[in-house]
């Protein structure tokens, strides 16, 4: 399993930390150490460990020259979004919108299209 990182989420994860403070709020050194690494990541596909998964939290393995312990990846969903593609996705039930990008928790009446957007899936 693997996860494609967009080529714009070190931007996209600064916008959603800012989102709701003011403009002299001040990023902690742990969250602006964590940016650079989203930045870093840009456009890559990272390897994510499958022993522990949870709905839309990802841990990934040591990533050598950004990460020696390996990092926590959050998907949040739309626009807010570091993850561009969710590759061999192993998770029981888990069905993500290509589309839209909201996750199908069941499809429901209409089987095969998404009831966020109404893509056929």
Not at 1 to 21: C, D, E, Q, W
Request: aromatic share 8%.
């Amino acid at each position: 399993m693997k996860l494609k990182i967009k080529t714009n989420a070190g931007s996209i994860f600064v916008k959603n930390y800012y989102r709701g403070k003011s403009r002299q709020a001040v990023m902690p050194s742990v969250t602006r150490k964590f940016a650079d690494q989203i930045t870093a990541l840009q456009g890559m596909e990272i390897i994510v460990e499958t022993r522990y998964l949870w709905d839309n939290q990802f841990n990934t393995g040591p990533i050598p020259g950004i990460s020696e312990h390996g990092m926590r990846i959050t998907d949040l969903e739309g626009d807010e979004s570091i993850i561009e593609d969710i590759i061999d996705d192993v998770r029981p039930s888990r069905l993500k919108c290509p589309e839209c990008r909201h996750y199908l928790r069941e499809m429901g009446e209409n089987e095969g299209t998404c009831y966020w957007c109404g893509v056929s899936l």
